[in-house]
């Protein structure tokens, strides 16, 4: 590049999200399996410019109408039987924009009623961009130092967001030990997030993905452990051991390319 030449702008809202995540989350291979979350400043960056990406920005419309094609089961053990979950629902669809061993950029379309549970990102810094619709989020973080279940194997946990969350409104964040690290969505309306997963999940160095089945606080005894507080603010995560089958296929995603 010539001297005094400054560089061009990102093409898109996309390659700039590339470009900036790029700058930001080091290679887990040069900072060790799971690095430190980035500085603040660098997070809220990036999470200024997710603020300000719409679905047009993606290839999507804010209008997206629920493919009624293709209904499937969403079901596994631990959701049978819930009033929480229909037994039936559509697909999610999964919209693959970028992966490198440091962080991945995908989207996450839900039809109305869809789920994903709760489930954890182990060493994981990740930003959601609710893109368009409507959606409940609840979050915990674990309560330290461990705290378990007297009668079977839960850990406490805090709860950290229990709310409905429209588009448009702010991106959220979550760090390896605060800011909601579990969460699950269920889909008020047809909705889709913009994820950031920084570093993604990946099996070859044990960030696996756990889900959990959550128990109120009363439900279960932690001996003599006392609690602060309003006990509704807390509860019993169970890992789930056995398979979580959710309905999640691949999609077509027609927005800008990012340019590595």
């Given at each position: 590049?010539?001297?005094?030449?400054?560089?061009?702008?990102?093409?898109?809202?996309?390659?700039?999200?590339?470009?900036?995540?790029?700058?930001?989350?080091?290679?887990?291979?040069?900072?060790?399996?799971?690095?430190?979350?980035?500085?603040?400043?660098?997070?809220?960056?990036?999470?200024?410019?997710?603020?300000?990406?719409?679905?047009?920005?993606?290839?999507?419309?804010?209008?997206?109408?629920?493919?009624?094609?293709?209904?499937?089961?969403?079901?596994?053990?631990?959701?049978?039987?819930?009033?929480?979950?229909?037994?039936?629902?559509?697909?999610?669809?999964?919209?693959?924009?970028?992966?490198?061993?440091?962080?991945?950029?995908?989207?996450?379309?839900?039809?109305?009623?869809?789920?994903?549970?709760?489930?954890?990102?182990?060493?994981?810094?990740?930003?959601?961009?609710?893109?368009?619709?409507?959606?409940?989020?609840?979050?915990?973080?674990?309560?330290?130092?461990?705290?378990?279940?007297?009668?079977?194997?839960?850990?406490?946990?805090?709860?950290?967001?229990?709310?409905?969350?429209?588009?448009?409104?702010?991106?959220?964040?979550?760090?390896?030990?605060?800011?909601?690290?579990?969460?699950c969505f269920t889909s008020v309306s047809s909705c889709a997030v913009l994820d950031?997963?920084?570093?993604?999940?990946?099996?070859?160095?044990?960030?696996?993905?756990?889900?959990?089945?959550?128990?109120?606080?009363?439900?279960?005894?932690?001996?003599?452990?006392?609690?602060?507080?309003?006990?509704?603010?807390?509860?019993?995560?169970?890992?789930?051991?056995?398979?979580?089958?959710?309905?999640?296929?691949?999609?077509?995603?027609?927005?800008?390319?990012?340019?590595?």
């Open positions: 590049m010539a001297w005094g030449v400054p560089p061009r702008p990102p093409s898109s809202k996309v390659q700039a999200l590339y470009e900036l995540c790029k700058r930001t989350f080091p290679s887990p291979s040069a900072a060790g399996a799971s690095p430190s979350p980035p500085p603040a400043d660098a997070v809220r960056s990036i999470s200024s410019l997710m603020d300000t990406i719409t679905p047009a920005d993606v290839g999507l419309r804010d209008d997206n109408a629920e493919d009624d094609r293709g209904h499937g089961f969403f079901e596994s053990n631990f959701l049978k039987g819930s009033a929480r979950v229909a037994r039936w629902a559509q697909p999610i669809t999964y919209l693959h924009i970028y992966e490198c061993d440091a962080f991945s950029i995908g989207i996450f379309c839900l039809p109305t009623s869809a789920v994903i549970p709760l489930h954890d990102h182990p060493g994981m810094t990740v930003l959601s961009k609710l893109l368009y619709g409507s959606m409940h989020v609840k979050s915990y973080d674990w309560i330290e130092p461990t705290v378990l279940a007297s009668t079977q194997p839960a850990r406490l946990a805090e709860l950290h967001t229990d709310d409905v969350r429209t588009a448009p409104c702010p991106t959220s964040v979550l760090y390896p030990q605060s800011g909601g690290n579990m969460h950031v997963l920084a570093p993604p999940y990946s099996e070859d160095v044990g960030r696996i993905c756990t889900y959990f089945h959550d128990y109120p606080f009363s439900s279960l005894s932690a001996g003599q452990t006392k609690i602060a507080g309003n006990p509704d603010s807390y509860a019993w995560l169970e890992a789930i051991n056995t398979p979580v089958n959710i309905y999640m296929r691949p999609g077509m995603y027609t927005g800008p390319k990012v340019q590595t």
